[in-house]
């Protein structure tokens, strides 16, 4: 759990492996576009400052969270080293929620089990817009951040595992 005024995105670059030569893939939902900018700022930021240069970062919109999955899988057919699925769901009054949060995260769980390029599970899901904006670069950090730093480590994992 998220501690209270604690940024969870800050992390020692020298643990982390060298990114230069790796591709990555990042898909964006376009719902709620305020906090998925954020989280893919956050993200951007953190391949760039681990020297990933900007023309091996691939960046595809998507509608929704629920499309992460389709543009995902797609993204996984380019070539990239490793894919960051960007989105926010926001509870609302239905169960509609539940659902999308149900099958994006499952969804992302299958694309990484079928496939050889892993995908980072960037979507948050939140009860609130302000449970969102702490998370996009708010006072919590940014989550874009982390899953920027878990696809470095996953892609060299990925490749340290075939040599």
Not at 12 to 26: L, M, S, W, Y
Not at 104 to 128: A, E, M, R, W, Y
């Amino acid at each position: 759990m998220a501690t209270e005024n604690k940024n969870l995105s800050d992390y020692d670059k020298a643990t982390i492996p060298n990114a230069n030569d790796f591709r990555f893939g990042i898909v964006v939902s376009e719902w709620n576009e305020s906090i998925t900018e954020g989280l893919f700022h956050g993200a951007y930021q953190a391949l760039m400052e681990n020297e990933v240069s900007s023309k091996n970062i691939l960046r595809w919109n998507v509608p929704g969270s629920y499309e992460l999955i389709y543009g995902c899988k797609k993204m996984q057919e380019t070539g990239v080293d490793a894919v960051i699925a960007i989105g926010s769901v926001i509870q609302g009054e239905t169960k509609h929620f539940d659902f999308v949060c149900e099958a994006v995260s499952q969804g992302i769980k299958d694309l990484n089990v079928l496939h050889d390029v892993p995908v980072i599970f960037c979507v948050l899901t939140d009860n609130n817009l302000q449970q969102a904006i702490d998370r996009s670069g708010g006072k919590h950090g940014n989550k874009g951040t982390e899953a920027a730093i878990a696809a470095i480590k996953m892609a060299a994992l990925n490749k340290n595992s075939k040599s």
